[in-house]
């Protein structure tokens, strides 16, 4: 039969047992806290741009073109006058479309051999969704691209 | 499911005899070991399980290719979130190991642990102390700032002094003649992949051996008296190393890493210098022609290595009269002589 | 000191450790603001590379030297019919295409017109760079000259 002090005892050991173990899991918590912080990046807020893209001539009239900037990829179509800028990243797996002008589709996207028609919609393939279409203004023979862009992660 | 339950579990999966299991935790240790002074064994380990995670974390942003090298050590230290924490505490603790590993290497030569059959243990310390210089120097080597490579480059330079096989060692060191974007790149596998796994190696036999044997008892010594390892020692362990967390971080927290600047290769800085680990080499090379100091030095690593038989070839010369402790400690002593006096200057 | 005190240590010197890491968070949070304040905002200039690395290709092959520091003009050059300087850059935009700089970066101009007929042949020209300036750093260094633009109210020397 156990005394009272024996269970006093007891209780007295699984206090010390018990503050060391919340004691020593809260700082190992601690550590691995800021070292989590540590490596997690530092991704930079996205910010709505208008971006000056390219040269309004450098658009063939009723071509395309892909114009790869340090903030991202835009496809630039010449639709009878009419210039129309949408991401050049296709939605399925994020490779680079190109251009392709063929009767049923003008983008096309290698990986996967997704199509895109001159607004952007799937014509044949795994793509889930339209391309990303973004709002253009050409002024002073410069096309320019409203974006929302980040800017680019800081390395060595 | 009953804790007796899990436990089987793994007992059927993992076969180790309990008695192996408990047999290290149930060791009794000599009550010598409850004085401060012995507390510095178990300092390098920590130390260096630190330097292990802290290192790791660091290489997840340096790049190891010049002028890209300073730049990313920038990042680090004045970008990143915690990056000057995480740089600090490397820092910091490469000086601390270096500490310990001094204070205990002191502490066994003070007690002659060496003592047969006790001989290859302190040579594995000894060569761990070794490595551990060996990583103080290409760390240093991977800041890029103006004193670290200069002093990459006067460092190698000393290699080049052996006779005959000078030459090669420094090619093979530097990877090429002069130091050049390839140097970087060796001593920087130097640090985290050879010395590791030297380290290691090392590291297990020593600690093996230390376990096998049992601690040295002390000479005329003939108490006894003894604590069990766990939990005593375990908990003893934890409070020093505790204590020792406690003040990096203290340290690092009032006194935040800086940079230099960055590295000239066509401009030697006025004051160069390496670190004061270094400073009774720096010194004594100072002093002496060249290839003196380099055959000084090795014989100086030499002794130190086969100390053991070298104490007992000094007892047969001449017993009772501890020679060995005598020509030790000036040994130790000269070359802390040499460390104040580059200090002070 | 029994083991239950022992433990009771451990535990505490765990805890000021974590009072510790705490400090660290606030120092890190302090230094982070500072840091913020100081980082250009992000504006549409501040996102082409293309034209950082055309200004460092204008400067290695010593473009400045004659044309003047990022194109402005402003160097002698004697009897040029460019008002007796090397004509600056800030205006390449409206009178050339990307194709047309490329052509004369890569010949350059032999033979410099001279203002006085009767007067000394100006001593600069421009040599041809065909061998020294292409792919990417050709690229580069168009765009960068293309986005070149006079101060307003500055007069400048004349683009011909």
């Known amino acids: 039969m156990k005394t009272a002090s024996e269970d006093g005892l007891k209780r007295r050991d699984f206090l010390a047992n018990l503050a060391l173990a919340v004691a020593g899991l809260l700082t190992l918590g601690g550590f691995a806290a800021r070292f989590f912080a540590f490596l997690y990046p530092d991704v930079p807020p996205e910010k709505t741009l208008e971006v000056p893209v390219i040269a309004r001539d450098q658009i063939p009239a009723n071509g395309g073109v892909v114009v790869n900037l340090p903030v991202g990829h835009v496809a630039l179509i010449d639709v009878r006058g009419e210039i129309r800028a949408f991401s050049a990243v296709c939605t399925h797996l994020g490779c680079l479309i190109t251009w392709q002008p063929t009767s049923d589709h003008v983008w096309y996207c290698p990986c996967h051999k997704g199509k895109y028609d001159t607004e952007g919609r799937v014509v044949s393939g795994p793509p889930p969704r339209p391309l990303t279409r973004y709002p253009v203004s050409v002024r002073e023979g410069r096309v320019y691209v409203t974006l929302k862009v980040r800017q680019p992660m800081e390395s060595a | ?345 | 000191m029994t083991i239950r005190s022992q433990k009771y240590l451990v535990a505490a010197l765990s805890l000021a450790l974590l009072a510790a890491l705490g400090a660290v968070g606030s120092v890190d949070a302090k230094r982070r603001a500072e840091l913020m304040k100081t980082r250009a905002p992000l504006t549409a200039g501040a996102l082409n590379p293309q034209l950082e690395r055309g200004k460092l290709v204008f400067a290695k092959f010593g473009c400045n030297a004659c044309h003047g520091a990022g194109g402005v003009g402003g160097v002698k050059n004697i009897n040029a019919q460019t008002g007796g300087e090397v004509n600056g850059l800030l205006r390449v935009s409206e009178t050339y295409t990307r194709e047309e700089l490329v052509e004369r970066i890569r010949n350059g101009v032999p033979n410099v017109d001279k203002a006085d007929p009767t007067g000394p042949e100006p001593p600069l020209h421009m040599p041809p760079y065909k061998d020294l300036v292409g792919g990417q750093e050709m690229q580069d260094l168009v765009g960068y000259l293309m986005s070149l633009r006079p101060q307003a109210g500055e007069a400048k020397s004349e683009a011909w």
């Open chain 2, 1 to 345: 499911m009953s804790a007796a339950a899990i436990r089987r579990w793994f007992a059927e999966r993992v076969p180790i005899p309990p008695e192996m299991l408990r047999k290290p935790l149930k060791e009794e240790l000599p009550t010598h070991l409850k004085t401060w002074l012995w507390a510095f064994g178990g300092t390098p380990l920590l130390f260096f399980f630190i330097q292990v995670a802290t290192g790791i974390l660091l290489t997840f942003y340096y790049v190891p290719y010049p002028l890209h090298a300073y730049e990313s050590v920038r990042q680090i230290t004045f970008s990143l979130r915690f990056g000057w924490f995480v740089r600090g505490i490397h820092q910091a603790a490469s000086q601390l190991m270096f500490v310990a590993v001094l204070m205990h290497m002191i502490r066994v030569f003070a007690t002659r642990a060496f003592r047969p059959p006790r001989e290859l243990t302190w040579v594995f310390g000894v060569s761990l102390f070794l490595v551990t210089m060996g990583f103080a120097f290409t760390g240093y080597s991977l800041v890029y700032d103006q004193l670290s490579y200069w002093a990459t480059t006067v460092g190698t330079n000393m290699i080049s002094e052996v006779p005959l096989l000078g030459r090669p060692l420094l090619y093979l060191m530097r990877g090429g003649p002069d130091v050049n974007p390839n140097t970087l790149s060796r001593l920087y596998d130097f640090h985290i992949g050879v010395m590791p796994t030297l380290f290691v190696m090392l590291i297990v036999a020593h600690i093996a051996l230390v376990r096998l044997h049992g601690v040295a008892p002390l000479e005329g010594d003939s108490d006894r008296k003894t604590y069990p390892f766990f939990p005593d020692h375990v908990l003893r362990e934890a409070a020093v190393g505790l204590v020792l967390l406690l003040a990096v971080v203290v340290y690092v927290v009032l006194s935040p890493p800086g940079l230099g600047t960055k590295a000239d290769p066509n401009l030697t800085p006025a004051h160069i210098r390496p670190e004061w680990y270094f400073f009774p080499s720096y010194r004594w090379l100072k002093m002496v022609p060249v290839q003196v100091g380099l055959w000084t030095s090795v014989v100086f690593v030499l002794s130190m290595l086969f100390w053991p038989w070298i104490d007992a070839g000094l007892e047969r010369l001449a017993p009772g009269k501890k020679l060995g402790v005598l020509i030790g400690t000036a040994g130790w002593l000269f070359t802390l002589c040499l460390l104040v006096w580059e200090a002070l200057s």
